[in-house]
């Protein structure tokens, strides 16, 4: 039997169909690490084929006393993802701590070690969306969220890790089976939503005269093409380092709301809504995904053009699931 996987937030959406893609290259030797809850996060793991799960604490106590055998990769996709928690000592405890335990335990018994950061850890954008290592210790993150993220990765890059594993920037990532996520849902989940019970997408106002209201731009990524990324650094830990992912291009707010409605077949019908004052300090207006680093250590996969996605989510989960 081949040694093991470890996926992370298993049960969640990226872990959810990392496990299925693994799947679907034969692979089933896989622990998933989660913590279910008494939600309805465990339907996420009807389909799948996996060896065993460990809820999320006791897999960290057997880390800690290093008893986890046979294991080859460890897919860490598990955090607090939510961009308005407000208890950072939570979030340095489960998203900084409970990553950086995983790494050295993978470095010191030589299995590969995969991670997820996240573009929120490009704060404002003012520096921009490069994934260059000379960037990287100078991004200032607009809440804790994105620092707890950006801590690891800054770690990381001062202790010389990046030659042996790699992490992922994910930009906005959007797919099947992220219901669970509550409001931390892609806009393409509210979107349709918002247009089967009102006929109407609800968008945010802008408050910089530089863009109109809906016209704020985000680099959106269908889940399907973040997992065969961060499988492909699974598979190659020749090619290590600290990559963004996301299609490079920059879709606006209004683009995305016209998908849904031409996914449904319905003409656009779109309304501005103030924006909570909570938000607006730490809102991003433009991110787009630098995608060369990525592409020189070895990624060549096109990805999935923001129409595509959404009628692919649109009309083969979205309107058969409701």
């Known amino acids: 039997m081949s040694r093991k996987i470890v996926v992370t937030g298993g049960a969640g959406f990226i872990g959810r169909h990392t496990v299925a893609e693994l799947n679907a290259r034969g692979e089933d030797n896989i622990l ?53 928690e407000r208890d950072a000592s939570y979030l340095m405890d489960n998203n900084y701590r409970v990553t950086r335990e995983l790494c050295e335990w993978c470095l010191t018994h030589g299995a590969r070690f995969v991670y997820a950061s996240s573009a929120a850890t490009y704060g404002d954008g003012q520096l921009g969306y490069s994934d260059d290592d000379f960037v990287t210790p100078q991004l200032q993150p607009l ?110 707010w209004n683009d995305l709301a016209r998908a849904v409605f031409a996914a449904l077949g319905r003409e656009p019908q779109i309304t501005y809504i103030d924006m909570p004052l909570e938000l607006r300090a730490q809102y991003q207006y433009h991110t787009a995904a630098q995608m060369e680093k990525a592409r020189a250590a070895g990624y060549r996969q096109a990805f999935t053009s923001l129409e595509e996605g959404i009628r692919q989510y649109v009309q083969d989960h979205l309107m058969r699931d409701k």
């Open 32 to 84: 998933i690490v989660d913590q279910l809850g008494t939600g309805e996060k465990w339907r996420n793991l009807q389909g799948l084929r996996f060896d065993d799960y460990l809820e999320k604490d006791a897999f960290r106590e057997r880390v800690r006393a290093d008893r986890l055998d046979g294991v080859r990769a460890i897919v860490h996709l598990g955090a607090c993802s939510a961009t308005t």
């Open 143 to 252: 809440n804790a969220y994105g620092y707890s993220k950006q801590a690891f990765d800054s770690w990381a890059l001062r202790k010389g890790l990046f030659s042996m594993i790699a992490g992922l920037k994910y930009f906005n990532v959007y797919g099947p089976y992220e219901a669970h996520k509550g409001d931390m849902r892609s806009m393409v989940h509210k979107a349709y939503g918002q247009i089967v019970d009102t006929g109407t997408v609800r968008l945010f106002k802008s408050y910089r005269p530089d863009y109109g209201d809906g016209e704020q731009v985000r680099d959106f990524v269908f889940v399907r093409d973040a997992v065969d990324m961060t499988l492909y650094f699974v598979e190659h830990p020749e090619a290590s380092g600290l990559f963004n992912c996301g299609t490079g291009q920059a879709r606006s």
